[in-house]
């Protein structure tokens, strides 16, 4: 069975430009969760789907910040404009509901 | 609101040594715990977990136990290798909260041959 996938696994770009990165889940698991590390910080919740609908979008640091997932598949982190405070890696859980939650291998975004 | 703490690193160690690093949390209720490794270029990994009060979780020769007593849930390991170097995170799941997971700040381990 394949695992959480993330794409791309690095990104640099410069600060004002676009970014989206895709999580694509373990395929059946309804819930899907983005978070983040940044500055080699603690990594923090940034949102919760359940298939595509938003559960709890609290950790979302402001509104260049757009996440989607459409038909509850796979789904997307959108940054726009960067800023140089956005850099870090971001990862993907997905979990069938339980407790467990499986990670990816994480996006590894610097923003210059 | 739930959050965890744990040790600051980085930790070195002797290969063969004792490993210890803490991890305590605050939480409403009683949430599940975790703890998670990544390695070097790799994605974070479930490493043990342990779901109620005195609960103990184990893998590849780690061990924690869920104290609800003292809201703590060290990781222990008997004899580290060169290989256990990595990063190591202690969580637990916001039961309340979609059961998101809340990290602690990562502690980095280096084992030296």
């Known amino acids: 069975e394949a695992g959480v996938t993330q794409f791309p696994s690095h990104s640099v770009i410069e600060k004002g430009q676009t970014v989206t990165l895709r999580c694509d889940p373990i395929?059946?698991?309804?819930?899907l969760y983005w978070y983040r590390r940044v500055m080699g910080k603690e990594i923090k919740f940034l949102l919760h789907?359940?298939?595509?609908?938003?559960?709890?979008e609290s950790g979302m640091p402001n509104n260049r910040f757009l996440a989607e997932r459409t038909g509850g598949t796979y789904s997307t982190l959108k940054v726009q404009p960067a800023e140089l405070e956005d850099s870090g890696v971001y990862f993907c859980?997905?979990?069938?509901?339980?407790?467990?939650?499986?990670f990816g291998p994480g996006t590894r975004l610097l923003v210059l | 609101g739930n959050s965890v703490t744990q040790m600051e690193g980085p930790v070195t160690l002797s290969e063969e040594a004792f490993l210890t690093i803490n991890c305590t949390y605050t939480?409403?209720?009683?949430?599940?715990l975790f703890w998670y490794v990544q390695y070097p270029g790799e994605g974070l990994q479930l490493l043990l977990k342990?779901?109620?009060?005195?609960d103990k979780g184990s893998n590849k020769g780690f061990e924690a136990t869920y104290r609800k007593e003292t809201t703590s849930f060290h990781l222990e390991k008997g004899s580290v290798q060169v290989s256990d170097s990595a990063v190591y995170f202690c969580a637990l799941s916001d039961r309340g909260g979609g059961f998101k997971t809340i990290f602690g700040a990562g502690t980095r381990l280096f084992v030296k041959a």
């Open positions: 342990a779901t109620k009060a005195d």
């Open positions: 939480a409403t209720g009683y949430p599940s």
């Open positions: 395929s059946g698991h309804d819930n």
């Open positions: 859980a997905s979990s069938p509901g339980q407790e467990t939650q499986y």
């Open positions: 789907f359940v298939k595509e609908s938003k559960q709890d």
